[in-house]
């Protein structure tokens, strides 16, 4: 059984800067495709960025590319989302996820998922 658990949500304000964990157990981490999705209230779930599990290569969606950084720490099963000038439109549930994919980016492809931390960006 492989469990994802997500940490670090809370409020901040515009322009701060905030760092989310995950650490997955029960599973070979360093093999899965890692990666960060959100949801706000209404709206779908949206890819945020990845690292895949060949060389930890990242990718990242144009709305945060150059803001927020993923990166991973095989040896410890976990992995962060960096973010930083956060801006109020970043304010959604983020949610941690893993795939054995090589690389994707639809939700439906993805095994394994946290239940969320709450990121909350104030003006």
């Known amino acids: 059984h492989v469990q994802v658990v997500e940490s670090g949500g809370g409020l901040v304000q515009a322009g701060d800067s905030l760092r989310l964990s995950c650490t997955i157990s029960g599973g070979t981490f360093s093999t899965y495709l890692i990666a960060w999705f959100r949801q706000a209230p209404g709206n779908d779930r949206e890819f945020v960025g990845c690292s895949l599990r060949s060389g930890g290569t990242t990718y990242y969606h144009a709305s945060v590319r150059g803001r927020f950084t993923i990166s991973r720490k095989d040896a410890n099963n976990t992995a962060s989302l960096q973010m930083s000038s956060l801006k109020p439109e970043d304010t959604a549930v983020y949610f941690c996820?893993?795939?054995?994919?090589?690389?994707?980016?639809?939700?439906?492809?993805?095994?394994?998922w946290g239940q969320g931390t709450q990121v909350t960006v104030s003006l």
């Open positions: 996820t893993a795939s054995t994919r090589y690389y994707t980016r639809t939700p439906g492809d993805f095994e394994y």
